[in-house]
Nanobody, 126 residues
């Protein structure tokens, strides 16, 4: 059974950092894309970043470029989202999602993904 487990959310002051983890299990494919999305109250779900495990190609939303870094540890089947210089606008529920794919790049549209993990709350506030 495919499963994505998210951890690492919490409360942080503006300018602070958090690291989210997405641990994947049950994948029989050697290649897949992992995406991070977030959703603030009253807003649509927004693609934040994604990575392809086969070639490490990444994408970032313009709003997080230079502040967030996505990375993977294939041995642990885990993808991380390092979030630095956090702003109040980064507040929301963060989700991890996955799609089996080997080639090309990943996408920041939610409909592209097949599997979703549970969300974790990230609150940036003083």
């Amino acid at each position: 059974q495919l499963q994505l487990v998210v951890s690492g959310g919490g409360l942080v002051q503006p300018g602070g950092s958090l690291r989210l983890s997405c641990a994947a299990s049950g994948f029989t494919s050697a290649g897949y894309a992992i995406g991070w999305f977030r959703q603030a109250p009253g807003k649509e779900r927004e693609g934040v970043s994604c990575i392809l495990t086969s070639n490490s190609r990444t994408r970032y939303a313009d709003s997080v470029k230079g502040r967030f870094t996505i990375s993977r540890d294939n041995a642990k089947n885990t993808v991380y989202l390092q979030m630095n210089s956090l702003q109040s606008e980064d507040t929301g529920v963060y989700f991890c999602t996955a799609r089996v794919t080997y080639f090309g790049g990943c996408d920041l549209g939610p409909s592209w993904y097949s599997y979703w993990g549970q969300g974790t709350q990230v609150t940036v506030s003083s």
